[in-house]
């Protein structure tokens, strides 16, 4: 079954951390950048980070950049996600998501979109 | 690129016909893609490239549109289609998304 399921959210307190971890399955996962998104309480969509087919290119929200890390196993299937100096305004969803790219000749394209979500781990930041 | 959709949320009744749009603060030429949300679910891909359906979409689904100005179409809205939609755009970093439509009766 081609899926990605998260992990790694919970309940830390202001300028604390945590990794997030998100395994994907049922596809060839470095044939396909991916994302993290996170969604606040009633609100709408925050992109925050991408990541190339290899790892070796990264793009941040400025929300996070400098706090938050993005990284990808491929050799295990996994793509993680590292929060540091976390704020009350981070507390969230965050869904990992696989870009909407495809495969031809060999070489890979990414296209900025997301076609697969995970169900989302919950962030809570909180004293 | 910020991304205005209007309205923000509308009523209609089943077999209405909604349309959804979604201004760009500048130029993405067809990266636009549309989502579908409903509570307490990821969202899922509708649209891309600005009116290119996702497999499996069914065709009551169309987008158009290019530049700066796109819009959502519902044909005839079934019980199913009560969500919140968002746009995102895909032309440039950081990808960011409409503040959503939610779709209600």
């Known amino acids: 079954e081609v899926q990605l399921v998260e992990s790694g959210g919970g309940l830390v307190q202001p300028g604390g951390s945590l990794r997030l971890s998100c395994a994907a399955s049922?596809?060839?996962?470095?044939?396909?950048?991916m994302n993290w998104v996170r969604q606040a309480p009633g609100k709408g969509l925050e992109w925050l980070s991408g990541?190339?087919?290899?790892?070796?290119?990264?793009n941040y929200a400025d929300s996070v950049r400098g706090r938050f890390t993005i990284s990808r196993d491929n050799s295990n299937n996994t793509l993680y996600l590292q929060l540091t100096s976390l704020r009350a305004e981070d507390t969230a969803v965050y869904y990992c998501a696989k870009d909407g790219g495809y495969c031809s000749h060999g070489t890979c394209f990414s296209r900025d979109l997301f076609d697969l979500w995970g169900q989302g781990t919950v962030v809570t930041v909180s004293s | 690129i910020q991304m205005t959709q209007s309205p923000s949320s509308v009523s209609v009744a089943v077999g209405d016909r909604v349309t959804i749009t979604c201004r760009a603060s500048q130029n993405i030429a067809g990266w636009l893609a549309w989502y579908q949300q409903k509570p307490g679910k990821a969202p899922k891909l509708l649209i891309y490239g600005a009116s290119t359906l996702q497999s499996g979409v069914p065709s009551r689904f169309s987008g158009s549109g290019s530049g700066t100005d796109f819009t959502l179409t519902i044909s005839s809205l079934q019980p199913e289609d009560f969500a919140t939609y968002y746009c995102q755009q895909a032309n440039s970093f950081p990808l960011t998304f409409g503040g959503g439509t939610k779709v209600q009766i």
């Open positions: 990541i190339s087919l290899s790892g070796h290119t990264t």
């Open positions: 049922g596809f060839i996962f470095n044939n396909y950048a």
